[in-house]
């Protein structure tokens, strides 16, 4: 079944599609060195160095227990290290200035592309991309291969089977199964009716706590607003653009009310809410709905639910046509191999990334412990445990459009962070919704002016 969403996500439009991990909270770097410097047995002749900047917190451990595997086999030395959420290009730009700057770093699309194409070393000839199946998760410059994806992620609404069918067994209860939410209209029937019986069903709320730290805030300034991004670039046929016009930002509005509406908190009190804070109130049955990606399958399921608690609606926003919409599918997470690193750090890093593809420790990790689907051709017998996943390829199984991740062509962090500030301003009442717009419309064109100029 897994293998189904890798082929179908080549008829999603990706243009080069691409998920930023969202992580879980963590809010300071990870990492550690691994092992010693090489005693020449390593695969690198006993010369080269790995320091790897990882983007995804929630990956953080498994890396570090990861490169010290590989440094125990080899004797190379790897450096792991973790941004905090919501921090990695702020890092990335910090470690890049130093003398031992990261071997390997990563990109979130097209946008980090251009940000960081004079870094990127050609991967065209490395045994990494020899075992990528299609040239739909690789980013060029050129001819140049500047970038290789190595994960695919989905998200949408994860909700809680066992509380669902305790409402829907409720006497008015407007559905009498799941599988009738398939569109805005019937997401806000059903969440305002739960939200006015909370109390009876013994929940906080039908949402989990929109939290607006750094934590969780990309849930809603990038994934939320990805899905009026994608709308707009369907309706007017492009896959990127200089100046979002904003056509579905009533949309967006609409959802993000709802959340804020049929929450677990009180809107005033998103602004200190963490990710983890939503997956805990999810985890221990406070909420019946919780936004995010197969990512978080692992911290939900270190918090005590089960496979069979656990469905997946795709984020509905009120689009026409929208009961035929999947779930957002993509990646942003790319290998970068820093071409300014010394010839022995990057054969090094190489053959690092070579190992963790093809090894069984490496695949094992990857799609076990970090729970990633991947893009290679050498990982048919290491599939994902991941129930997310699974509903996924039953989206696609069932003829449903994934809705690829165009948020990789936003111009800027600081646009992110703008929407962001605009959207708690917005929640807490000291801001107009009017803000938002300008945030998205505006900041958009000012954004990418300042970064691009016409190019």
């Known amino acids: 079944m897994k293998k189904k969403l890798i082929s179908v996500l080549l008829c999603t439009a990706m243009t080069a599609a691409m998920f930023t991990g969202c992580g879980s909270a963590d809010s300071d770097a990870k990492g550690t060195e691994s092992g010693s410097e090489d005693d020449g047995s390593g695969a690198s002749g006993g010369e080269g160095k790995v320091y790897f900047l990882n983007f995804k917190p929630e990956a953080a451990d498994a890396w570090v227990e990861l490169a010290a595997k590989y440094?125990?086999?080899?004797?190379?030395?790897?450096?792991?290290?973790?941004?905090?959420?919501g921090g990695y290009e702020e890092m990335l730009k910090s470690e890049m200035a130093k003398s031992e700057a990261p071997t390997l770093f990563q990109i979130n699309g097209p946008i980090g592309l251009k940000n960081w194409k004079d870094y990127c070393y050609d991967l065209k000839d490395s045994e990494l991309y020899k075992h990528v199946k299609y040239d739909d998760y690789?980013?060029?410059?050129?001819?140049?291969?500047?970038?290789?994806g190595y994960v695919l992620e989905?998200?949408?609404?994860?909700?809680?089977?066992?509380?669902?069918?305790?409402?829907?067994?409720?006497?008015?209860?407007v559905i009498q199964s799941a599988d009738e939410i398939n569109s805005f209209a019937k997401l806000k029937e059903v969440a305002d009716d739960i939200q006015a019986k909370k109390d009876d069903l013994g929940i906080a709320g039908a949402f989990t706590s929109a939290g607006m730290d750094s934590s969780s805030d990309w849930r809603f300034k990038t994934h939320l607003a990805n899905l009026p991004i994608y709308y707009e670039y369907q309706a007017d046929g492009i896959d990127s653009t200089d100046a979002i016009k904003g056509t579905y930002l009533d949309n967006y509005k609409q959802i993000w009310d709802l959340y804020l509406a049929d929450s677990t908190c009180s809107p005033s009190m998103?602004?200190?809410?963490?990710?983890?804070d939503a997956t805990a109130e999810f985890a221990v049955g406070d909420a019946v709905f919780y936004q995010n990606g197969t990512w978080a399958y692992g911290?939900?399921?270190n918090d005590g639910l089960t496979d069979d608690d656990l469905g997946m609606l795709p984020i509905y926003i009120g689009v026409d046509g929208e009961e035929n919409q999947g779930l957002c599918t993509g990646t942003e997470n790319y290998w970068c191999v820093n071409k300014n690193a010394s010839e022995a750090d990057i054969k090094a890093t190489l053959d690092f990334l070579n190992w963790v593809i093809t090894?069984?420790?490496?695949?094992?990790?990857?799609a076990n412990t970090m729970g990633f689907l991947t893009p290679f051709d050498t990982f048919?017998?290491?599939?994902?445990?991941?129930?997310?996943?699974?509903?996924?390829n039953e989206y696609l199984d069932a003829g449903k459009t994934a809705v690829s991740w165009?948020?990789?062509?936003?111009?800027?962090e600081t646009w992110k962070d703008n929407v962001g500030a605009a959207l708690l301003e917005y929640a807490q009442g000291t801001g107009e919704w009017s803000a938002v717009e300008s945030a998205f419309v505006d900041g958009w064109a000012t954004e990418y002016q300042a970064a691009y100029g016409s190019n």
């Open 71 to 85: 440094t125990e086999e080899t004797g190379v030395k790897v450096d792991v290290q973790t941004a905090a959420s």
């Open 138 to 148: 690789v980013l060029k410059d050129g001819e140049s291969v500047a970038a290789i």
């Open 154 to 173: 989905t998200y949408g609404i994860i909700y809680n089977k066992k509380l669902l069918n305790d409402y829907i067994a409720m006497d008015g209860a």
């Open 270 to 276: 998103i602004s200190g809410m963490t990710g983890d």
């Open 299 to 301: 911290d939900i399921m």
């Open 359 to 366: 090894s069984d420790e490496g695949r094992d990790s990857l």
């Open 380 to 392: 048919d017998d290491y599939l994902p445990n991941n129930k997310l996943v699974d509903i996924a």
């Open 406 to 412: 165009n948020f990789s062509t936003i111009p800027s």
